[in-house]
Protein backbone atom coordinates (compact mmCIF):
# COMPACT_ATOMS: atom_id res chain seq x y z
CA UNK A 1 0.00 0.00 0.00
CA UNK A 2 2.99 2.51 0.71
CA UNK A 3 4.58 2.05 -2.68
CA UNK A 4 4.08 5.37 -4.35
CA UNK A 5 5.13 5.12 -8.17
CA UNK A 6 6.41 8.13 -9.57
CA UNK A 7 4.89 8.97 -13.34
CA UNK A 8 4.87 11.28 -16.11
CA UNK A 9 1.56 13.34 -16.37
CA UNK A 10 0.20 13.24 -19.63
CA UNK A 11 -2.82 14.86 -19.72
CA UNK A 12 -4.75 17.48 -17.18
CA UNK A 13 -8.60 18.21 -16.93
CA UNK A 14 -11.25 19.29 -14.44
CA UNK A 15 -13.89 16.33 -13.24
CA UNK A 16 -16.41 17.18 -10.42
CA UNK A 17 -14.65 20.41 -9.35
CA UNK A 18 -11.00 18.65 -8.84
CA UNK A 19 -8.33 18.96 -10.71
CA UNK A 20 -7.63 15.74 -12.51
CA UNK A 21 -5.33 14.17 -14.89
CA UNK A 22 -3.88 11.00 -16.74
CA UNK A 23 -0.54 9.48 -15.60
CA UNK A 24 1.45 7.21 -17.65
CA UNK A 25 4.04 4.92 -15.32
CA UNK A 26 6.18 3.04 -17.79
CA UNK A 27 3.63 2.70 -20.35
CA UNK A 28 0.34 2.13 -17.79
CA UNK A 29 -1.97 4.62 -17.71
CA UNK A 30 -4.33 5.93 -15.32
CA UNK A 31 -6.56 8.77 -13.83
CA UNK A 32 -4.96 10.05 -11.20
CA UNK A 33 -6.17 13.56 -8.78
CA UNK A 34 -3.26 16.03 -8.94
CA UNK A 35 -5.35 18.76 -6.48
CA UNK A 36 -2.68 18.31 -4.18
CA UNK A 37 0.40 19.27 -6.71
CA UNK A 38 -1.71 22.56 -8.06
CA UNK A 39 1.68 23.80 -10.23
CA UNK A 40 2.14 20.58 -12.03
CA UNK A 41 2.04 21.06 -15.85
CA UNK A 42 2.09 18.11 -18.60
CA UNK A 43 5.45 16.52 -18.74
CA UNK A 44 6.39 16.43 -15.01
CA UNK A 45 6.51 13.71 -13.22
CA UNK A 46 4.41 12.77 -9.81
CA UNK A 47 4.63 10.63 -6.84
CA UNK A 48 1.43 8.51 -7.05
CA UNK A 49 -0.53 6.93 -4.32
CA UNK A 50 -4.48 5.09 -4.03
CA UNK A 51 -4.76 7.30 -7.25
CA UNK A 52 -3.56 10.91 -6.00
CA UNK A 53 -0.49 12.56 -6.34
CA UNK A 54 1.09 13.10 -3.48
CA UNK A 55 3.58 15.38 -4.26
CA UNK A 56 6.01 16.39 -7.59
CA UNK A 57 9.34 15.18 -8.37
CA UNK A 58 12.02 17.08 -8.79
CA UNK A 59 14.20 16.22 -11.39
CA UNK A 60 17.08 18.45 -10.51
CA UNK A 61 17.03 16.66 -7.07
CA UNK A 62 16.98 13.47 -8.62
CA UNK A 63 20.16 13.90 -10.71
CA UNK A 64 22.09 15.34 -8.32
CA UNK A 65 21.45 12.09 -6.38
CA UNK A 66 22.76 10.25 -8.59
CA UNK A 67 25.87 12.07 -9.37
CA UNK A 68 26.79 12.08 -5.43
CA UNK A 69 26.26 8.26 -5.53
CA UNK A 70 28.33 7.88 -8.44
CA UNK A 71 31.33 10.30 -6.87
CA UNK A 72 31.14 7.59 -4.26
CA UNK A 73 31.57 4.86 -6.86
CA UNK A 74 34.82 6.55 -8.51
CA UNK A 75 36.22 7.65 -5.65
CA UNK A 76 36.74 3.61 -4.89
CA UNK A 77 37.78 3.18 -8.53
CA UNK A 78 40.61 5.97 -8.03
CA UNK A 79 41.66 4.68 -4.24
CA UNK A 80 41.15 0.49 -5.35
CA UNK A 81 38.86 -1.90 -4.30
CA UNK A 82 40.44 -2.36 -1.08
CA UNK A 83 41.69 1.14 -0.20
CA UNK A 84 40.44 2.33 3.45
CA UNK A 85 38.58 -0.82 4.13
CA UNK A 86 38.20 -1.31 7.75
CA UNK B 1 11.41 3.25 -16.18
CA UNK B 2 12.33 7.11 -15.45
CA UNK B 3 12.98 7.51 -11.61
CA UNK B 4 12.87 3.68 -10.96
CA UNK B 5 15.74 1.63 -12.95
CA UNK B 6 18.23 4.57 -12.08
CA UNK B 7 17.81 3.34 -8.04
CA UNK B 8 17.98 -0.36 -9.01
CA UNK B 9 21.43 0.25 -10.45
CA UNK B 10 23.41 -2.80 -8.97
CA UNK B 11 26.81 -0.99 -9.68
CA UNK B 12 26.00 1.80 -7.77
CA UNK B 13 24.06 0.27 -5.04
CA UNK B 14 27.20 -1.75 -4.48
CA UNK B 15 29.55 1.26 -4.27
CA UNK B 16 27.03 2.36 -1.52
CA UNK B 17 27.82 -0.97 -0.06
CA UNK B 18 31.13 -0.36 -0.06
CA UNK B 19 31.30 2.82 1.48
CA UNK B 20 29.29 1.56 4.06
CA UNK B 21 31.34 -1.05 5.20
CA UNK B 22 34.66 1.51 4.97
CA UNK B 23 32.25 3.83 7.02
CA UNK B 24 31.29 1.16 9.67
CA UNK B 25 33.15 0.26 13.19
CA UNK B 26 30.35 -0.84 15.74
CA UNK B 27 27.62 -2.32 15.82
CA UNK B 28 24.65 -0.44 15.04
CA UNK B 29 20.71 -1.28 15.28
CA UNK B 30 18.45 1.02 12.81
CA UNK B 31 15.40 0.88 12.62
CA UNK B 32 12.97 1.50 9.57
CA UNK B 33 9.47 2.50 9.79
CA UNK B 34 7.33 1.60 6.12
CA UNK B 35 6.19 -1.43 4.82
CA UNK B 36 7.50 -0.67 1.70
CA UNK B 37 10.96 -0.48 2.68
CA UNK B 38 10.59 -3.71 4.73
CA UNK B 39 9.46 -5.60 1.91
CA UNK B 40 12.09 -3.83 -0.45
CA UNK B 41 14.63 -4.68 2.29
CA UNK B 42 14.24 -8.54 2.58
CA UNK B 43 12.86 -8.70 -1.33
CA UNK B 44 16.11 -7.60 -2.45
CA UNK B 45 18.33 -9.33 0.52
CA UNK B 46 19.99 -5.45 1.42
CA UNK B 47 19.75 -6.86 5.21
CA UNK B 48 22.08 -9.62 4.23
CA UNK B 49 24.42 -7.72 1.76
CA UNK B 50 25.01 -4.75 4.67
CA UNK B 51 28.43 -5.47 6.96
CA UNK B 52 27.22 -7.51 9.68
CA UNK B 53 27.63 -4.80 12.31
CA UNK B 54 24.42 -3.38 11.25
CA UNK B 55 21.08 -4.73 12.04
CA UNK B 56 18.08 -3.79 10.45
CA UNK B 57 14.82 -4.10 12.54
CA UNK B 58 11.43 -3.43 10.99
CA UNK B 59 8.53 -0.99 12.89
CA UNK B 60 5.17 -1.09 12.43
CA UNK B 61 5.25 0.86 9.32
CA UNK B 62 2.33 -1.46 7.47
CA UNK B 63 -0.85 0.09 7.69
CA UNK B 64 -2.65 -2.95 6.78
CA UNK B 65 -0.95 -4.55 9.81
CA UNK B 66 -1.40 -1.96 12.31
CA UNK B 67 -5.27 -1.78 12.10
CA UNK B 68 -6.67 -3.52 15.10
CA UNK B 69 -8.54 -6.95 15.13
CA UNK B 70 -11.94 -5.32 16.45
CA UNK B 71 -11.66 -2.60 13.44
CA UNK B 72 -11.76 -5.40 10.75
CA UNK B 73 -14.26 -6.89 13.28
CA UNK B 74 -16.37 -3.92 12.79
CA UNK B 75 -15.82 -3.38 8.70
CA UNK B 76 -16.80 -7.66 8.57
CA UNK B 77 -20.26 -6.07 10.61
CA UNK B 78 -21.35 -3.31 8.16
CA UNK B 79 -20.28 -4.85 4.86
CA UNK B 80 -22.94 -7.69 6.21
CA UNK B 81 -25.63 -5.36 5.79
CA UNK B 82 -28.01 -6.02 2.66
CA UNK B 83 -27.74 -1.97 2.23
CA UNK B 84 -24.16 -1.52 2.04
CA UNK B 85 -21.91 -1.42 -0.63
CA UNK B 86 -18.31 -1.81 1.34
CA UNK B 87 -15.62 -0.15 -0.40
CA UNK B 88 -11.65 -1.01 0.51
CA UNK B 89 -8.21 -0.88 -0.94
CA UNK B 90 -7.54 -4.62 -1.58
CA UNK B 91 -4.88 -5.55 0.99
CA UNK B 92 -7.42 -5.10 3.40
CA UNK B 93 -10.07 -7.87 1.91
CA UNK B 94 -7.92 -11.07 3.07
CA UNK B 95 -6.81 -10.09 6.90
CA UNK B 96 -8.91 -12.38 9.20
CA UNK B 97 -11.22 -11.11 11.91
CA UNK B 98 -11.99 -12.67 14.82
CA UNK B 99 -14.44 -15.18 12.85
CA UNK B 100 -13.96 -14.16 9.31
CA UNK B 101 -12.64 -11.85 6.57
CA UNK B 102 -13.97 -9.63 3.77
CA UNK B 103 -14.01 -12.05 1.24
CA UNK B 104 -16.00 -14.49 2.80
CA UNK B 105 -18.59 -11.49 3.35
CA UNK B 106 -18.60 -11.70 -0.19
CA UNK B 107 -18.38 -15.16 -0.97
CA UNK B 108 -21.83 -15.04 0.90
CA UNK B 109 -23.49 -12.51 -0.84
CA UNK B 110 -22.30 -9.57 0.99
CA UNK B 111 -21.31 -6.31 -1.83
CA UNK B 112 -17.39 -5.83 -0.90
CA UNK B 113 -15.86 -4.17 -3.86
CA UNK B 114 -12.23 -3.10 -4.19
CA UNK B 115 -11.48 0.30 -5.01
CA UNK B 116 -8.28 1.60 -6.69
CA UNK B 117 -8.80 5.22 -5.23
CA UNK B 118 -11.00 6.66 -2.54
CA UNK B 119 -12.59 8.59 -4.83
CA UNK B 120 -14.16 5.80 -6.70
CA UNK B 121 -16.10 4.77 -3.57
CA UNK B 122 -17.56 8.81 -3.77
CA UNK B 123 -18.49 7.66 -7.50
CA UNK B 124 -20.25 4.45 -6.66
CA UNK B 125 -21.88 6.76 -3.99
CA UNK B 126 -23.37 8.83 -6.97
CA UNK B 127 -24.48 5.94 -8.77
CA UNK B 128 -26.11 4.68 -6.26
CA UNK B 129 -28.07 6.64 -4.21
CA UNK B 130 -30.37 4.15 -3.12
CA UNK B 131 -27.45 2.17 -1.35
CA UNK B 132 -25.32 2.80 1.72
CA UNK B 133 -21.22 3.01 0.22
CA UNK B 134 -18.69 2.77 3.16
CA UNK B 135 -15.00 3.25 2.68
CA UNK B 136 -12.53 1.88 4.47
CA UNK B 137 -10.00 4.86 5.16
CA UNK B 138 -7.02 3.02 6.81
CA UNK B 139 -3.32 3.78 5.98
CA UNK B 140 -0.84 6.51 7.97
CA UNK B 141 0.01 10.09 6.42
CA UNK B 142 -0.23 9.37 2.99
CA UNK B 143 -3.60 7.90 2.82
CA UNK B 144 -4.58 10.22 4.39
CA UNK B 145 -4.81 13.38 2.01
CA UNK B 146 -6.82 10.85 -0.13
CA UNK B 147 -9.23 9.18 2.50
CA UNK B 148 -9.59 13.26 3.03
CA UNK B 149 -10.58 14.29 -0.01
CA UNK B 150 -13.04 11.29 -0.45
CA UNK B 151 -15.15 12.89 2.68
CA UNK B 152 -14.59 16.23 1.74
CA UNK B 153 -15.99 15.69 -1.88
CA UNK B 154 -19.07 13.63 -0.56
CA UNK B 155 -19.52 16.86 1.44
CA UNK B 156 -19.34 18.97 -1.86
CA UNK B 157 -21.76 16.69 -3.63
CA UNK B 158 -24.04 16.77 -1.12
CA UNK B 159 -24.12 12.71 -0.85
CA UNK B 160 -25.72 11.44 2.50
CA UNK B 161 -25.41 7.80 1.52
CA UNK B 162 -21.54 7.70 2.03
CA UNK B 163 -18.96 7.20 5.24
CA UNK B 164 -16.05 6.30 6.25
CA UNK B 165 -14.58 3.86 8.68
CA UNK B 166 -11.43 5.48 9.58
CA UNK B 167 -8.18 3.89 10.66
CA UNK B 168 -5.73 6.78 10.13
CA UNK B 169 -2.04 6.28 12.00
CA UNK B 170 0.68 8.82 12.42
CA UNK B 171 4.29 7.60 12.18
CA UNK B 172 6.12 10.47 14.39
CA UNK B 173 4.09 9.02 17.87
CA UNK B 174 4.66 5.65 17.15
CA UNK B 175 8.85 6.69 16.87
CA UNK B 176 8.16 8.27 19.96
CA UNK B 177 6.79 5.31 21.95
CA UNK B 178 9.22 2.93 20.60
CA UNK B 179 12.36 5.03 22.00
CA UNK B 180 10.99 5.55 24.80
CA UNK B 181 9.97 2.65 25.62
CA UNK B 182 12.94 1.01 28.27
CA UNK B 183 13.31 -1.75 26.63
CA UNK B 184 14.50 0.25 23.24
CA UNK B 185 16.99 -1.13 21.36
CA UNK B 186 16.73 1.14 18.13
CA UNK B 187 19.73 3.67 17.82
CA UNK B 188 18.82 5.31 14.20
CA UNK B 189 15.87 5.76 12.10
CA UNK B 190 15.37 5.59 8.54
CA UNK B 191 12.07 7.38 8.07
CA UNK B 192 9.18 6.70 5.48
CA UNK B 193 9.77 8.73 2.34
CA UNK B 194 5.92 9.22 0.91
CA UNK B 195 5.07 9.68 4.60
CA UNK B 196 7.49 13.11 4.64
CA UNK B 197 6.67 14.20 1.06
CA UNK B 198 3.00 14.70 2.46
CA UNK B 199 4.06 15.83 6.41
CA UNK B 200 7.55 17.17 4.99
CA UNK B 201 9.97 16.40 7.80
CA UNK B 202 9.73 19.58 10.54
CA UNK B 203 8.35 16.89 13.13
CA UNK B 204 11.34 14.68 13.35
CA UNK B 205 14.44 16.94 14.74
CA UNK B 206 12.67 17.44 17.99
CA UNK B 207 12.04 13.28 18.29
CA UNK B 208 16.10 12.88 17.40
CA UNK B 209 17.10 15.22 19.98
CA UNK B 210 15.04 14.57 22.72
CA UNK B 211 16.26 10.90 22.53
CA UNK B 212 19.85 11.48 20.75
CA UNK B 213 19.14 9.22 17.81
CA UNK B 214 19.78 10.83 14.14
CA UNK B 215 16.86 9.92 11.24
CA UNK B 216 17.26 10.27 7.86
CA UNK B 217 14.63 10.36 5.38
CA UNK B 218 14.59 7.87 2.93
CA UNK B 219 13.15 6.28 -0.49
CA UNK B 220 12.02 2.79 -1.45
CA UNK B 221 14.51 1.86 -4.04
CA UNK B 222 17.18 -0.28 -3.12
CA UNK B 223 19.45 2.47 -3.93
CA UNK B 224 17.48 5.06 -1.93
CA UNK B 225 17.46 2.42 0.76
CA UNK B 226 21.19 1.73 0.99
CA UNK B 227 21.81 5.84 0.56
CA UNK B 228 19.45 6.18 4.08
CA UNK B 229 21.38 3.53 5.48
CA UNK B 230 25.06 5.35 4.41
CA UNK B 231 23.93 8.50 6.18
CA UNK B 232 22.59 6.82 9.14
CA UNK B 233 25.73 5.51 9.92
CA UNK B 234 27.88 8.20 9.07
CA UNK B 235 25.45 9.80 11.80
CA UNK B 236 26.25 7.31 14.38
CA UNK B 237 29.70 6.97 13.59
CA UNK B 238 30.46 10.80 13.88
CA UNK B 239 28.23 10.71 17.13
CA UNK B 240 25.88 13.84 15.49
CA UNK B 241 22.23 14.36 15.79
CA UNK B 242 20.63 15.15 13.03
CA UNK B 243 17.97 15.09 10.77
CA UNK B 244 19.03 14.38 6.95
CA UNK B 245 16.98 13.98 3.72
CA UNK B 246 18.06 11.20 1.57
CA UNK B 247 15.22 11.65 -0.52
CA UNK B 248 14.94 14.80 -1.80
CA UNK B 249 13.86 14.53 -4.95
CA UNK B 250 9.98 13.27 -3.65
CA UNK B 251 10.94 15.07 -0.09
CA UNK B 252 10.79 18.91 1.43
CA UNK B 253 11.70 19.79 4.79
CA UNK B 254 7.33 21.76 5.21
CA UNK B 255 5.93 18.58 2.83
CA UNK B 256 2.95 18.83 1.07
CA UNK B 257 0.86 22.06 2.34
CA UNK B 258 -2.16 21.99 0.47
CA UNK B 259 -2.64 17.83 1.28
CA UNK B 260 -1.68 19.10 5.11
CA UNK B 261 -4.60 21.62 4.93
CA UNK B 262 -7.14 18.85 3.89
CA UNK B 263 -6.36 16.62 6.36
CA UNK B 264 -5.78 19.47 9.41
CA UNK B 265 -9.65 20.33 7.72
CA UNK B 266 -11.41 16.85 7.92
CA UNK B 267 -9.56 14.90 10.61
CA UNK B 268 -8.36 15.87 14.15
CA UNK B 269 -5.52 13.89 15.73
CA UNK B 270 -6.81 11.15 18.43
CA UNK B 271 -5.32 8.28 20.55
CA UNK B 272 -5.55 4.70 18.45
CA UNK B 273 -4.84 1.65 19.28
CA UNK B 274 -2.18 -0.18 16.74
CA UNK B 275 -2.62 -4.25 16.38
CA UNK B 276 0.81 -5.69 18.10
CA UNK B 277 1.38 -2.67 19.93
CA UNK B 278 -1.65 -1.35 22.30
CA UNK B 279 -3.18 2.38 22.11
CA UNK B 280 -0.67 5.13 21.32
CA UNK B 281 -1.32 8.73 22.58
CA UNK B 282 -2.41 11.25 19.94
CA UNK B 283 -0.86 8.61 17.45
CA UNK B 284 -3.96 8.69 14.71
CA UNK B 285 -6.56 10.82 13.27
CA UNK B 286 -10.43 11.02 13.39
CA UNK B 287 -12.95 12.91 11.82
CA UNK B 288 -14.10 16.40 12.95
CA UNK B 289 -17.13 16.42 14.89
CA UNK B 290 -18.62 18.89 11.56
CA UNK B 291 -17.53 15.40 9.58
CA UNK B 292 -19.94 13.32 11.79
CA UNK B 293 -22.25 13.01 9.91
CA UNK B 294 -19.92 10.69 7.28
CA UNK B 295 -18.75 8.10 10.04
CA UNK B 296 -19.66 4.94 9.38
CA UNK B 297 -19.18 3.76 13.55
CA UNK B 298 -21.55 6.01 14.13
CA UNK B 299 -23.92 5.05 10.99
CA UNK B 300 -23.84 1.38 11.54
CA UNK B 301 -23.47 1.39 15.47
CA UNK B 302 -20.43 -0.42 15.60
CA UNK B 303 -18.54 1.40 17.90
CA UNK B 304 -18.77 -1.15 20.88
CA UNK B 305 -17.66 -4.16 19.04
CA UNK B 306 -14.37 -5.44 20.94
CA UNK B 307 -11.76 -8.42 20.02
CA UNK B 308 -9.30 -10.60 21.25
CA UNK B 309 -5.61 -11.69 19.34
CA UNK B 310 -4.15 -14.80 19.21
CA UNK B 311 -1.76 -15.43 22.61
CA UNK B 312 0.83 -16.57 20.15
CA UNK B 313 2.30 -14.29 18.71
CA UNK B 314 4.67 -11.92 19.03
CA UNK B 315 3.94 -9.47 16.74
CA UNK B 316 4.36 -6.42 19.41
CA UNK B 317 7.90 -7.71 19.97
CA UNK B 318 8.84 -7.78 16.65
CA UNK B 319 7.24 -4.27 15.63
CA UNK B 320 9.46 -3.04 18.67
CA UNK B 321 12.59 -4.81 17.19
CA UNK B 322 12.61 -6.66 19.99
CA UNK B 323 12.39 -10.23 17.97
CA UNK B 324 12.76 -11.34 14.47
CA UNK B 325 9.86 -13.06 12.92
CA UNK B 326 11.80 -16.49 13.24
CA UNK B 327 12.32 -16.14 16.91
CA UNK B 328 8.46 -17.19 17.04
CA UNK B 329 7.32 -20.52 17.76
CA UNK B 330 4.21 -20.02 15.48
CA UNK B 331 6.24 -18.50 12.49
CA UNK B 332 5.55 -20.66 9.41
CA UNK B 333 3.96 -23.40 11.78
CA UNK B 334 0.31 -22.29 12.98
CA UNK B 335 1.13 -18.94 11.48
CA UNK B 336 1.16 -18.02 7.42
CA UNK B 337 0.29 -15.62 5.08
CA UNK B 338 -2.98 -17.70 4.70
CA UNK B 339 -3.33 -18.21 8.19
CA UNK B 340 -2.08 -15.15 9.81
CA UNK B 341 -2.29 -15.37 13.34
CA UNK B 342 -1.70 -11.72 13.97
CA UNK B 343 0.11 -7.93 13.07
CA UNK B 344 2.97 -9.19 10.93
CA UNK B 345 1.80 -11.83 8.71
CA UNK B 346 -1.63 -10.34 7.74
CA UNK B 347 -0.04 -8.25 4.79
CA UNK B 348 3.09 -8.92 2.57
CA UNK B 349 4.73 -5.75 3.45
CA UNK B 350 4.33 -6.95 7.68
CA UNK B 351 8.06 -8.31 8.62
CA UNK B 352 6.73 -12.12 8.68
CA UNK B 353 4.72 -11.98 5.81
CA UNK B 354 7.65 -10.55 4.09
CA UNK B 355 10.04 -13.51 6.40
CA UNK B 356 7.90 -16.32 5.09
CA UNK B 357 7.57 -14.99 1.11
CA UNK B 358 11.32 -14.54 0.76
CA UNK B 359 12.27 -18.17 2.95
CA UNK B 360 14.08 -16.46 5.97
CA UNK B 361 13.03 -18.88 8.15
CA UNK B 362 16.52 -19.04 10.50
CA UNK B 363 18.83 -16.48 11.55
CA UNK B 364 21.05 -16.88 8.92
Known amino acids: MCLGVPGRVNEIYEANGLKMGKVDFGGVKREVCLEYVPEVEIGEYVIVHVGFAINQMSEEEAEETLDLLRQIINIEDEIGPEGGVT | ?364
Not at chain 2, 69 to 74: R, W
Request: charged letters at 20%; hydrophobic letters at 40%; a negative charge.
Open chain 2, 1 to 364: MKYVSEYRDADLVKGVLDEICRTVTQPWVVMEICGGQTHSIVRYGIDQLLPSEIELVHGPGCPVCVTPLELIDKAIAIASRPEVIFTSYGDMLRVPGSERDLFSVRASGGDVRVVYSPLDAVKLAQQNPDREVVFFAIGFETTAPPNAMSVSQAQALGLDNFSVLVSEVRVPPAIHAILGSPHNRVQGFLAAGHVCAVMGYWEYPPIAETYNVPIVVTGFEPLDIVRGVLHVVRLLESGEVAVENAYARAVTFEGNKPAQALIERVFETCDRKWRGIGVIPQSGWKLRPEFAAFDAERRFQVADIQAEESPLCIAGLILQGLKKPHDCEAFGRQCTPEHPLGATMVSAEGACAAYYRYGRFTNE
